[in-house]
């Protein structure tokens, strides 16, 4: 069964850069779509980016797009999340979850957090100064 195991969160500044990773074992991520998500305190969980298996899909909520960028490494079975200008609102736990991509557009498809049936258990970031 595939397991996900998030790293990378950490304490950052207001306007510095973070890179979070995904890594899977128990399988290959070769033919899974990856949706990071993030939950901070008192609020309720929400997508932040998607990618598919190939990398022809991928999605961004509006209040990162342009600031964080999902890639994806098949070889080292690994998804990563490169956080850049990262603001006080970014603050969270973020997650990665997986479901088996067998869609032309998997991003645009999968949504919502009832649709991945592997999760990690999280990594913590902080933003402060």
């Known amino acids: 069964q595939l397991q996900l195991v998030e790293s990378g969160g950490g304490l950052v500044q207001p306007g510095g850069s973070l890179r979070l990773s995904c890594a899977a074992s128990?399988?290959?991520?070769?033919?899974?779509?990856i949706r990071w998500f993030r939950q901070a305190p008192g609020k309720e969980r929400e997508e932040v980016s998607c990618i598919s298996h190939d990398t022809y899909s991928t999605s961004y909520t509006d209040s990162v797009k342009g600031r964080f960028t999902v890639s994806r490494d098949n070889t080292v079975n690994k998804v990563y999340l490169q956080m850049n200008s990262v603001k006080p609102e970014d603050a969270a736990v973020y997650y990665c979850?997986?479901?088996?991509?067998?869609?032309?557009?998997?991003?645009?498809?999968?949504?919502?957090?009832?649709?991945?049936?592997?999760w990690g258990q999280g990594t913590q970031v902080t933003v402060s100064s």
């Open positions: 128990g399988g290959t991520l070769d033919y899974y779509g």
């Open positions: 979850a997986a479901n088996w991509d067998s869609y032309t557009d998997f991003c645009a498809v999968v949504i919502g957090e009832g649709r991945y049936n592997a």
